[in-house]
């Protein structure tokens, strides 16, 4: 039962990062561990903003303004470094994980 209730949930929480951004929320989950120190091993934030739960379109479209050197809140200068060489697709990976997190 408990296996059952586990199962459904994971495929739950793969369904919903594809319908986001069609991104692989595995993949994402490998690739943030760059961004753990910042943001928080749950996403919960630190030196960062909290990350989890949100809006996978709405992560995209800021690590993007990031990517692109854009200014986007007070510390930009931390964080744009580290979207620098992010392609498309880890964006969304990226994205569909921390989406997930709950
Ligand atoms: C050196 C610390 C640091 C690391 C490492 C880091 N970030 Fe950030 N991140 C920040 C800071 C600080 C901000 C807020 C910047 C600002 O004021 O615009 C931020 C902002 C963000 C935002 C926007 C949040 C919001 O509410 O505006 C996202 C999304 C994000 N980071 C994702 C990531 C991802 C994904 C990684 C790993 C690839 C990562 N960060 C690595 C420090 C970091």
């Known amino acids: 039962m408990k296996n059952t209730v586990l199962a459904i949930a994971a495929a739950g929480l793969v369904s919903f990062g594809m319908a986001a951004q069609a991104g692989d929320v595995n993949a994402g989950k490998a690739a943030y561990g760059t961004c753990m120190g910042c943001h928080g091993g749950a996403g919960e934030g630190g030196v960062g ?8 379109a709405q992560l995209a479209g800021l690590l993007k303004k990031y990517r692109a050197g854009e200014q986007v809140g007070p510390m ?22 921390m989406a997930s997190l709950k």
Do not use: Q, W
């Not at 903003?49 to 996978?56: E, I, L, N, T, Y």
């Not at 930009?76 to 994205?95: F, Y």
């Open 76 to 97: 930009t200068a931390l964080m744009a470094p580290m979207a620098a060489s992010l392609s498309d697709a880890d964006i969304a990976n990226l994205s569909a994980y």
């Open 49 to 56: 903003p909290a990350v989890k739960g949100r809006d996978a």
